[in-house]
């Protein structure tokens, strides 16, 4: 079904209540996904890459990885051609490889505002927020346990943040609703309060089966089957490790046409070798592995290479961000995945620092333009994130999503146009002039430069009138005027009302569990 057929539908299955909310509703300026005019920075020649690769076959071929409690996966091995010894599997030199092919190389996701869309793949670039922390600080109230009304704000802050153009998936973990049941209100949060695309319940597979039955409510169930709507996150057990609860939700969403981030996590020194190529070689074999099987459950069903990569303070123990050493694995997981035809996911706004402070600044900086430059095509954790990703932090959320608009101006790379060559602004200043009031600035001044929305550029004395206030205090301002300012987008009162109705049945259902 085409996205105007689409569009046509929803505002058809509306009715005029629907309608008259949408034209009342305020507008929400989304910029699109980034669509890089620059070249992806590598650090590894081909011969360093062939030795990965070939480093990597090894591992799956004589070595092997487990796949734990999951009889069913050992069978569709078996049959792909694997040989299997309890729960290692042994995968023949290239067959890993083979299986990968019918990955597509990029994708649409669909939101249920087609003007949401985004393509993951190829030369794009798609920012979505922080996942999985517990805890939620503010300046306000400090660290704490985060609840099901910090998660609905992060919610609706992504919706209104011009530069994020996904919703995400657990911006961060209700714990004050019981884990058996978190999982409905968290989609029902993104599917109501937010129509950008968003993220399916990993933690049990009959979790992914709700996630796509609510899909199904939302979009309609012929659109989910032949639409890719979710993209979540598969996480492997490093080192060489796929837990059938993971591999049981990659099932459900694999069977269903929905795309899942195939992502090692990788603290080096900890989950992998100290090594730069070590790491490279067990993310790829892992990645291999991960992807090959998504693709004997369902072939051509959506994919992405994923890459979480850390080190490790070797005194604490402690996870370290923002260091060269991530950087390089970064940067050489992207040229593999690239020569694997898949879609790329890794970086994001990480820090260690407990506050959203220089530390926190100096990480993320390095973070996010590692992830530009790496060729990154999803970036999970692009705004929130602080404390190694245990905490996901309002202030943060912000200044970060601010930042994020640097990667959209620097990824367009250099105006070459006749009016990007600007010679008639030269020939009309000559030596000695000035270009405040030429023609060339009068006509291009607005949109010349990037600017915060959040940084305070005035003079000192009117900064110090104003109360002298630093970055984290400006981003406490921004956090309550973006949330006194949201206003829900539109959604077919029918279509609402039924996805409420399911997750009050599902939860009717089931005794409350917080294990």
């Known amino acids: 079904m085409t996205e105007a057929a689409t569009a046509g539908r929803r505002a058809r299955g509306g009715g005029g209540a629907a309608r008259r909310a949408e034209r009342t509703a305020v507008s929400v300026e989304t910029a699109k996904y980034i669509e890089r005019h620059i070249p992806n920075f590598e650090v590894l020649d081909d011969a360093a890459l062939e030795i990965i690769e070939r480093n990597a076959e090894t591992v799956l071929a004589e070595i092997g990885v487990n796949f734990v409690d999951n009889p069913a996966a050992l069978d569709r091995w078996r049959a792909a051609g694997a040989e299997i010894e309890g729960e290692r599997v042994r995968i023949p030199r290239g067959l890993a490889r083979k299986l990968c092919s019918t990955a597509p190389a990029q994708f649409t996701q669909h939101a249920r505002n087609p003007e949401r869309n985004v393509v993951v793949g190829g030369k794009n670039l798609v920012l979505a927020p922080v996942y999985g922390p517990p805890f939620v600080r503010d300046a306000e109230g400090g660290r704490r346990y985060a609840t099901m009304a910090d998660f609905e704000k992060f919610v609706k802050l992504g919706y209104m943040s011009k530069w994020l153009h996904h919703s995400g998936g657990t911006v961060c973990e209700p714990t004050d609703i019981p884990v058996n049941k978190r999982h409905l209100d968290m989609l029902l949060a993104h599917m109501t309060l937010s129509d950008k695309p968003f993220m399916g319940s990993v933690t049990e597979p009959s979790r992914a089966k709700d996630s796509v039955e609510m899909c199904e409510i939302l979009f309609g169930k012929d659109f989910v ?86 080190s490790i303070d070797m005194n604490s123990g402690a996870p370290t961000f923002g260091t060269p050493e991530a950087a390089h694995i970064t940067y050489g997981a992207g040229q593999l995945a690239r020569r694997l035809g898949l879609p790329y996911r890794s970086a994001g706004s990480f820090c260690g620092s407990k506050l959203p402070d220089a530390q926190a600044a ?122 006194d300012t949201y206003v829900q987008p539109p959604l077919d009162p029918e279509i609402e009302a039924r996805l409420r109705a399911y997750v009050a049945d599902k939860k009717a259902s089931m005794p409350d569990s917080f294990m």
């Open 225 to 310: 089957r032949d639409n890719t709507v979710m993209t979540s996150l598969i996480n492997i057990n490093s080192p060489l490790t796929f837990d059938s609860i993971m591999m049981g939700a990659l099932e459900i969403f694999a069977e269903h046409n929905q795309a899942s981030i195939i992502s090692p996590f990788i603290v080096g020194g900890a989950m992998a070798p100290v090594s730069v190529a070590g790491t490279l070689t067990q993310v790829l074999a892992e990645v291999l592995a991960g992807v090959a099987y998504s693709q004997v459950v369902r072939p051509g069903t959506p994919v992405i290479f994923g890459a979480f990569v850390t």
């Open 362 to 483: 100096y990480e993320t900086s390095n973070s996010l333009q590692m992830g530009l430059l790496s060729g990154v095509n999803f970036m999970l954790h692009a705004c929130g994130w602080l404390e190694g990703g245990l905490v996901a932090s309002f202030e943060k959320f912000v200044m970060d999503a601010d930042q994020l608009g640097t990667l959209h101006h620097f990824a367009r790379g250099v105006d070459l146009s006749e009016n990007g060559q600007a010679m008639g602004a030269i020939a009309e200043v000559g030596p000695g002039g000035h270009y405040l009031g030429c023609e060339h600035t009068q006509s291009n001044f607005k949109a010349a430069f990037w600017r915060s929305d959040l940084f305070d550029y005035k003079p000192f004395e009117t900064w110090d009138e104003e109360g002298a206030r630093d970055t984290q205090a400006l981003a406490s301002v921004r956090v309550k005027k973006m949330i």
